[in-house]
């Protein structure tokens, strides 16, 4: 049998696959931030749900900067314990199966593109926008090769005074920070919902400049029904759009939560 995981900082997703192309129920569990306590409960868990069946290969979303050979955790604001751990090679020692490690973002990206809403694309952009913002370009169901994986979050929308990054102006921290409340807690009708739209359209016009995908989907919580309208990040993308004569297709993420999971399909393919 084979294991898929999508590790975020406060929970982690793990679930067995017998057949190709589906997985079994998930386990749900909480992060443990100490990399030791993680590693021993994710090794406890596989064990569980293989249930004495050997384990051939897993596949893992987590939400780190990896080594370029996708062995190590080189960092990780979300779990910040684990940086410099090689958490491949403890799995593989302990479970005595091949592991193959990703990016959760570039996981998550990787499943929208094979089995969800961009599955009919050759080229696909995925845009997280959340508590943080991350992308990753899949191509022909691959994950575009990287040195050290993508940040696109991180990307300069200014060049004067304090430098300020597309995360610290939509993600769902950011916006909290500023309005002192969750972004739900803004609701429908509020004109943010707007600003941050213009906002998306700018940080992904330069995402589309550079990467020149078929499709871009979007996914993430300040997307869901209180939160950014993609059609207005449509709208706003054709009106600045000046150096291709059109915007791809824009859609909304098809997974829900359960992304990273088939991400893992696509990548023990």
Do not use: C
């Not at 997703?13 to 021993?40: C, K, M, N």
């Not at 906002?199 to 300040?222: E, Q, Y």
């Amino acid at each position: 049998m084979h294991i898929v995981s999508d590790i975020g900082g406060t929970k982690m997703r793990i679930a067995g696959v017998h057949d190709p192309g589906r997985f079994d129920t998930p386990t749900f569990l909480a992060t443990p931030q100490s990399y030791d306590e993680a590693l021993a409960l994710f090794i406890e868990t596989v064990r569980t749900i293989a249930g004495g069946e050997p384990i051939d290969r897993l596949a893992i979303g987590v939400p780190v900067v990896l080594s370029t050979d996708k062995r190590s955790v080189i960092k990780s604001e979300n779990l910040p314990a684990w940086g410099g751990h090689s958490f491949a090679d403890d799995l593989e020692k302990s479970l005595g199966a091949q592991v193959f490690l990703e990016n959760d973002t570039a996981l998550v990206g990787l499943g929208e593109a094979v089995f969800g809403a961009g599955k009919d694309a050759s080229i696909v952009a995925y845009v997280t926008v959340s508590t943080g913002v991350n992308g990753v370009r899949i191509v022909d169901g691959k994950i575009e090769r990287a040195a050290l994986g993508f940040e696109i979050g991180g990307q300069y929308l200014s060049h004067e005074g304090d430098l300020v990054t597309l995360e610290e102006l939509i993600s769902g921290s950011a916006v909290e920070k500023r309005y002192g409340m969750h972004p739900r807690e803004l609701g429908v009708d509020t004109p943010i919902w707007e600003e941050l739209a213009r906002i998306v359209a700018i940080g992904i016009h330069n995402t589309i400049l550079h990467w020149s995908p078929d499709t871009v989907v979007f996914g993430g919580s300040m997307f869901n029904e209180i939160g950014i309208p993609i059609e207005s990040v449509k709208d706003h993308l054709a009106a600045i759009m000046k150096k291709i004569p059109q915007i791809p297709t824009i859609v909304h993420s098809s997974l829900h939560d359960e992304g990273g999971l088939y991400g893992g399909l696509a990548r023990l393919k």
